[in-house]
């Protein structure tokens, strides 16, 4: 679900807006309400951008959220929900759809379903992903702090900056409460897993929130202030590791709806728990499979989103593994909620088979005994002791663990087996430790610029040679000693990094809605220059409203550079975000390309106001 659209903010919240309307009837002018109430859902389906019956649900769910929040229940207004048994306002009776409109909803719903399990993209290098999160939780920036932690956890930006309450729970998970968005549910504090250590996410979050306080801020105010940011971060970093459905998307809506989800799959679920119901516990949708409700559990919207990706094996086929760090990887555990599956999964009892190969059944008559614990092993005493030592090395509580661990080992060592048979016998080796002793000491042997020269062509792709060319440049410039004048460049990078750190503190708790163009304009934050974009857009918009039709102009990135200089990059994620808005202001007015080619500038024609715009 997404934010709230300008057109609709403005159709509510401004003067004369439906807010205002609704104000000051109640119960006595009830036929008024319903004639206002059908009026504005006509207006919402009138737009051009509701192309499908399902387009409606947004505007009537951040219309009725809007009626909660600002018009205050009294006697004179408010009315029984019948279904609820709770009082509201009146206007939510009638601000609401049919039966027969919701039916078509959920049959537009289910259509969409199929076309999503057509339209899947698959995330082929799901590692990749976990280390690039891993790095980004270790640097020193808010942004990518930020979007470590949505990738780690799939909240929402809202939640890693302020609602969130998260705490330790295992290795790999964490207890997360304040979920967004499920105001009918009243959510207790449920397990969510990590892709790496838990430490790192909780010590990163408090970070963040030392660099971003957004305590005194509205939910609203933290969503529209940093949510452009992140979904600009999040296709700069993740875009050559995950495909996007279509070019209108941004990956960061669905690192919290199916991506996180998937990859957790993959690392954490249980091969007997069936993935959406995985999925849906662990983004805070679990009362989805407890509702009694057989409509709402008919609703595929819930759903709908987990389906948009799926794990991937590089060759285009699927990969459909689950839980693979399970019993693997030390400190990783099954969630408490899947943990009885699990263990009743590990403790099934073997059947051993006879020399036919065919499967013993138990023989005489059978009693009923509680489930016994069974070992898997067949082994000497000895074998056994150092089984058991093995396992508690590592930490791991069922048998069926280790074995697995040490079959994975075993193909390993396979591999690399087949890796060095080549060498052996020119080493005259007779096992492959034999091998690998012989090559360290050849390579021990060699020259020591190759040695040196290995690890940076491996690391950073240079070798020593390029490093002493590149030196030989400075010194040729006149930095005799090239290290200090390197460093002392790393050191102005790190500068300017600290001034623009110190500029994000000093702006965390700023409204940038709020301030004057001249004041904003000095500014040199991502979140102000999105504001600058918005207000020249917005200006663009009102003028070519009132203006003749040879004096409107053709909304681009080059006439918002023109009017105002920004970088192009900032400009064009804003335009890409509000792509279908422009498209309807340029398609109501029939304004097109060509009527930028005027004698005029536009820096003669339009002027930016001083004063916020709404």
């Known amino acids: 679900m997404g934010e709230m659209t300008r057109w609709q903010y403005e ?11 609704l104000r000051p009837l109640g119960v006595t002018e009830e036929r008024e309400i319903e004639r206002l109430c059908q009026e504005e859902i006509a207006a919402w389906r009138a737009r051009p951008t509701m192309i499908v019956e399902s387009s409606l649900q947004e505007p009537l769910r951040h219309a009725r959220n809007a009626i909660r929040a600002h018009l205050p229940l009294t006697s004179a207004n408010q009315w029984q929900n019948p279904k609820t048994k709770k009082y509201e306002h009146i206007a939510l009776k009638y601000l609401n759809f049919s039966l027969e409109q919701w039916q078509r909803i959920n049959t537009d719903s289910e259509q969409r379903f199929a076309q999503r399990l057509r339209e899947q993209q698959r995330i082929d290098d799901p590692d990749a992903i976990m280390r690039l999160s891993q790095d980004l939780l270790r640097r020193q920036e808010w942004y990518n702090l930020a979007l470590g932690v949505t990738i780690n956890t799939g909240r929402r930006i809202t939640e890693v900056l302020k609602t969130g309450v998260f705490s330790p729970k295992t290795g790999y998970t964490l207890w997360f409460k304040g979920q967004l968005k499920t105001k009918e549910y009243d959510l207790e504090a449920y397990e969510i897993p990590t892709l790496v250590p838990a430490d790192l996410v909780l010590s990163s979050i408090a970070r963040l929130r030392q660099l971003q306080d957004c305590s005194q801020m509205s939910n609203d105010a933290v969503s529209q202030r940093f949510g452009p940011v992140m979904r600009q971060m999040a296709d700069q970093h993740l875009s050559a590791l995950i495909p996007k459905k279509d070019e209108g998307q941004n990956l960061y809506t669905h690192l919290s709806r199916s991506i996180y989800g998937r990859l957790c799959v993959l690392y954490h679920c249980p091969p007997t728990v069936f993935d959406l119901q995985y999925m849906a516990h662990i983004l805070g949708h679990y009362w989805y499979f407890r509702e009694q409700d057989e409509k709402k559990r008919a609703n595929l919207d819930s759903t709908l989103h987990y389906m948009d990706y799926v794990i991937g094996d590089g060759r285009g086929n699927l990969d459909g593994r689950r839980g693979i760090w399970l019993g693997t990887k030390p400190g990783v555990e099954v969630l408490d909620a899947f943990r009885k599956e699990w263990e009743q999964m590990a403790q099934q009892p073997v059947l051993r088979t006879g020399h036919s190969g065919k499967k013993k059944e138990p023989m005489g008559e059978q009693h009923p005994v509680g489930l016994k614990k069974r070992s898997i092993l067949n082994c000497l005493p000895p074998q056994k002791t150092l089984f058991d030592a093995e396992m508690q090395r590592r930490g791991l509580a069922h048998q069926h663990e280790l074995v697995s661990a040490l079959l994975n080992e075993a193909a390993w060592y396979r591999h690399m087996e087949a890796l060095l048979s080549p060498l052996s016998e020119a080493m005259q080796a007779a096992t492959p430790l ?23 062509q491996q690391r950073w792709g240079v070798s020593l040679d390029q490093i002493d060319t590149l030196f030989e440049k400075a010194v040729e410039e006149g930095y005799k000693e090239p290290l200090k004048y390197f460093e002392g460049t790393l050191e102005k990078r790190e500068s300017y990094k600290a001034g623009a750190q110190k500029r994000a503190q000093k702006y965390q708790r700023t409204d940038f809605t709020l301030l004057p163009y001249s004041q904003l304009e000095h500014i040199r934050m991502p979140e102000a220059a999105q504001e600058r974009v918005r207000r020249i857009v917005l200006t663009i918009m009102r003028h070519n409203e009132r203006a003749q039709p040879r004096d409107r102009w053709y909304i681009n990135a080059g006439l918002i550079y023109q009017l105002k200089t920004i970088r192009h990059e900032l400009i064009n994620a804003y335009l890409k975000e509000h792509e279908e808005e422009i ?15 005027k004698m005029e500038s536009i820096r003669e024609m339009i002027t930016i106001p001083e004063k916020p715009l709404p």
């Open 11 to 21: 159709r509510l919240f401004e003067e004369g807006g439906l807010l205002d309307r």
């Open 434 to 456: 034999e091998t690998l002793s012989a090559l360290m000491a050849l390579h021990q042997d060699e020259k020591q610029d190759v040695v040196v020269s290995t690890p940076l």
């Open 583 to 597: 498209k309807n202001h340029h398609r109501q007015l029939g304004i097109e390309p060509r009527y930028n080619r």
